[in-house]
């Protein structure tokens, strides 16, 4: 009787092992294929991000900013690096100050010479 | 079970009644059964044996069944146990110093035809020639309606000529995808990447491979799957080396000079941050190779690297240097410079009237060819061979480019007493540009050797040790007092101390006799700033001449020196460097009396 029902229970099992064998062989493969879709996708994305490089360094060639730059020079006014752009700081002006308000008036004493005659 | 007893009682009782032997009717009982106990081992075993028959078959089977499918199916790439990144399979970038792409890869697609699947091969020839104009339209036809299975019609086609060719709408024009190497700064650094061309083809893909340069040089690195991508970060700055071609190109046109190169390298690191030459050439669509005449002409020529010269009087300071180190003469030590000295037949003169006895710094300042001789004939011609071995002058240089062991420094034969004193003025021995850039690094950087390299570097070379550092700083000074009261003084820019000497050196006659008149090679080797020198500039241009005055001026000091000092404004800031600021005039009281 007790070996009836192992054997009864060793088939059960390998029907259920079988199943799930099954079952994860299709999920297996479905993740494969999703996986490889992703590759394929991952790649498309790569090629068109090494295309936008591509472009953004072929518009950013030195040869074509100088072209730019000399296009543009009457609005923009771009000049190449040189040592007369960098300065000392202490060589910089203070901003001076506006003159206050003058509230006490000095007595004019002349007017100055007038154009019409000579002091002299 | 039932057993039959050995000796049942009623066979034994009459045995004993006849006066038989009871016993045999035992041993006759056990006969039997082992008889019959044999007979069921050996159908077990049989079933047994039968058994494991059928599971070897079974085994064997599975084994034989898979084998053929394997046999017979096409084969697959393994993409799910395959390790590394199977995305990026294709070229590595190049890419500049901050990361600016050099050299990169373009998706696009070949056309090919095949011509049996054609229907009106006649009007797939016209238009093909009407999309492409340089395409032979008769024999595009002789092709199409010849015997031939399989025709390549481009190599590399726009996606809008794809869309044209679609619109023709013929069945036998096929397309396949091609990875084209791009290079989107055209020909800004063309000699030191080379370029690319498709090695092994197929319909579906092609692998690209480097032909020259550092294309070639890294090719295996480039096409690494390992790598994943990884660019190849080079030292160059494009930025650098753009304005650097800019006023390399265009002191060569105001020049008429044939060819020019120019050099700007790290002292310390040994990195080289441009590296130009001219006439140069778009390297994605690289001229052919000579095939007659002198491989120097051609654009690919990298003068730089490739092209040895003699270069004249910028060898000057390694005679004067060494004797430093030796001990022999010190900056203030008179030397004898009168003229001319006499080889035999040779005669060395200087190339004007100087004093009969000048100081070491003159020699140098003045460029005398008759006071260097003197000075390295003092050293001897073996040591001056060792010293000139530690600057790397006797060997090619060891740059990263496939080209550079064919810069192989030219070297007298038997290096006498004659040889030595001309060598010391830089005739007699022919190097490279980029020799000189590496030998002036060495002696400026406080006297360790630097090998010159195209790979970016963090940290500074470490090499042995040439010349000792106040060796080096004496160097420096003379040079500077080049700069501030010699031969070279329009390489001075202000605020960046330019040091540096000059070099002309009329080129030799093509058939190996002596000299031309009217053609020289000049040479400007400088270093910046002198206060703490930090890179070396190497300019050389090929047959210029400033021509604004009376008579043609061919000497470096009006052709070679300002490019350089034109091309240290221009590159100095852009290199992060600050100039050292004069103080303004300060507005200040001046005493009057009325």
Request: proline share 7%; charged share 20%; net charge negative.
């Amino acid at each position: 009787m007790m070996r009836f029902v192992m054997y009864v229970a060793a088939a059960v099992a390998v029907m259920g092992l079988g199943f799930w064998a099954y079952q994860e062989n299709y999920r297996t493969q479905t993740a494969i294929k999703d996986v490889r879709l992703l590759h394929a996708q991952i790649g498309d994305a790569h090629e068109r991000l090494g295309m936008l490089r591509a472009e953004w360094a072929y518009l950013n060639r030195p040869d074509r900013l100088v072209d730019l730059a000399e296009l543009n020079f009457d609005r923009l006014g771009l000049l190449p690096l040189s040592p007369d752009s960098f300065g000392d700081p202490r060589y910089i002006v203070y901003p001076i100050p506006d003159i206050l308000p003058i509230t006490d008036p000095i007595d004019i004493n002349s007017i100055g010479p007038s154009d019409e005659e000579d002091p002299l | 079970m039932i057993r039959t007893p050995l000796r049942p009682l009623a066979r034994i009782l009459k045995a004993r009644e006849t006066g038989e032997d009871p016993s045999a009717i035992e041993k006759e009982n056990l006969r039997l059964r082992h008889e019959a106990l044999a007979d069921r081992s050996r159908a077990r075993a049989e079933s047994r044996l039968l058994l494991l028959g059928a599971a070897f078959a079974l085994a064997f089977g599975t084994i034989g069944v898979r084998m053929s499918t394997l046999a017979a199916s096409v084969p697959e790439e393994p993409r799910v146990a395959a390790s590394g990144n199977p995305i990026i399979g294709q070229r590595a970038d190049i890419v500049d110093r901050n990361g600016r792409i050099l050299a990169t890869n373009l998706a696009t697609h070949a056309l090919y035809a095949q011509p049996h699947q054609m229907i009106e091969p006649a009007r797939a020839a016209a238009e093909l020639a009407a999309i492409f104009p340089d395409l032979d339209e008769e024999r595009l036809l002789k092709d199409f309606t010849g015997s031939r299975k399989f025709v390549w019609v481009r190599r590399q086609i726009s996606p809008e000529q794809m869309q044209q060719v679609h619109d023709i709408g013929s069945p036998g024009l096929l397309f396949g995808p091609r990875e084209m190497r791009l290079y989107p700064n055209g020909p800004i650094a063309a000699h030191v990447l080379g370029g690319a061309s498709y090695g092994r083809e197929g319909v579906s893909s092609a692998e690209v491979i480097g032909v020259a340069g550092i294309e070639h040089r890294f090719d295996n690195l480039l096409r690494d799957p390992a790598n994943e991508g990884a660019p190849l970060q080079l030292s160059l700055d494009l930025t650098v080396q753009a304005a650097a071609e800019e006023v390399l190109a265009g002191g060569m046109m105001l020049l008429n000079a044939k060819g020019a190169a120019s050099i700007i390298m790290d002292i310390h690191t040994g990195e080289i941050i441009s590296l130009a030459s001219l006439p140069d050439f778009d390297p994605n669509n690289r001229p052919p190779a000579l095939t007659t005449g002198d491989q120097s002409d051609s654009p690919l020529f990298n003068r730089a690297v490739q092209g040895v010269y003699e270069l004249g009087s910028t060898f000057k300071i390694f005679a004067i240097a060494q004797a430093m180190e030796m001990g022999l003469i010190n900056p203030m030590t008179m030397v004898d410079t009168k003229g001319p000295l006499s080889f035999g037949r040779q005669r060395i003169r200087d190339f004007h009237r100087m004093d009969p006895v000048m100081t070491a710094t003159d020699v140098i300042v003045e460029s005398s060819n008759v006071g260097t001789a003197r000075v390295a004939l003092q050293i001897g011609g073996v040591r001056q061979k060792e010293f000139l071995a530690k600057l790397g002058l006797t060997e090619p240089t060891q740059i990263e480019l496939t080209e550079a062991p064919s810069g192989r420094p030219l070297l007298p034969p038997r290096w006498g007493e004659v040889n030595t004193a001309t060598i010391s003025f830089g005739h007699g021995l022919s190097s490279s540009p980029l020799h000189l850039a590496q030998a002036y690094a060495t002696v400026v950087n406080g006297g360790t050797k630097v090998t010159p390299t195209l790979l970016k570097r963090e940290t500074p070379q470490v090499g042995p040790r040439v010349i000792r550092e106040d060796t080096s700083e004496r160097a420096v000074d003379m040079l500077r007092q080049v700069v501030t009261r010699g031969t070279a003084s329009m390489g001075e820019v202000a605020g960046y101390e330019v040091a540096g000497k000059t070099g002309t050196a009329d080129k030799p006659l093509t058939n190996g006799g002596g000299y031309y008149d009217d053609k020289t090679i000049t040479t400007f080797a400088s270093v910046f700033p002198a206060s703490g020198p930090k890179y070396v500039v190497i300019v050389t241009l090929d047959e210029a001449v400033e021509s604004s005055g009376d008579e043609p001026r061919r000497t470096a000091g009006w052709t070679a020196v300002p490019v350089a000092a034109e091309m240290i404004r221009r590159v100095a800031p852009l290199l992060g460097m600050r100039p050292l600021i004069e103080p303004l005039a300060q507005a200040s009281v001046t005493l009057t009396s009325n």
